[in-house]
């Protein structure tokens, strides 16, 4: 191997390893690693999505991978979907997707999900851990507005009731809980 290939495989190694360590360090401090959501989980989302109609500002938070943000961008190009995430690998691995796809009305930012200002969402869509479901309960009960929704993948609200929970046809039958505020 001549010096040069020597080198850019350095590179890469390099890259690679401090990838992993950045994710592996926001993992840590996030309690939880982004987790991209099953394509079935996925399809029921969306469907779930569709029904609550007059959508116009949804946020996924956590966005992680971006696969939630990105397939709501593809079923209805008017809305405008924010991808809140704090993990940088995850976040540009989001960005580069919604730059070669063919969607332009998803944008993905980096932040704290439990300071991102949720007053305009008429949908936050989340695939969190409890622990951030119950840090996010008294952002949404005094942030949302009336009429607003919560679609939580896997893990409920607490203290909220949910209006619908579907069970998706995945093999761990995950649950999606669906909340009106």
């Not at 998803?106 to 949908?123: E, I, N, Q, T």
């Amino acid at each position: 191997m001549d010096t040069f290939s020597s080198i850019i495989s350095a590179l890469f190694f390099v890259l690679g390893i401090s990838a992993l360590l950045s994710i592996v360090i926001t993992s840590w401090r996030n309690g939880i690693s982004p987790m991209p959501t099953s394509a079935l989980v996925r399809h029921a989302a969306m469907a779930e999505l569709r029904r609550i109609g007059g959508i116009t500002n949804l946020v996924e938070a956590g966005s992680g991978w971006g696969m939630l943000a990105l397939q709501a961008a593809k079923i209805n190009p008017a809305w405008n979907i924010i991808g809140i995430e704090n993990s940088r690998i995850p976040l540009a691995v989001s960005r580069v997707m919604a730059c070669w796809s063919s969607v332009r009305n998803v944008s993905f930012l980096r932040g704290d999900l439990y300071k991102y200002p949720y007053g305009k969402a008429d949908v936050v869509i989340c695939y969190l851990f409890p622990g951030a479901m119950k840090r996010l309960d008294p952002l949404f009960r005094e942030e949302l507005t009336a009429g607003a929704s919560v679609i939580s993948i896997c893990f409920a609200l607490p203290g909220w009731t949910p209006d619908r929970i579907v069970t998706c046809r995945d093999m761990y039958r995950t649950k999606i809980y669906i909340y009106k505020k």
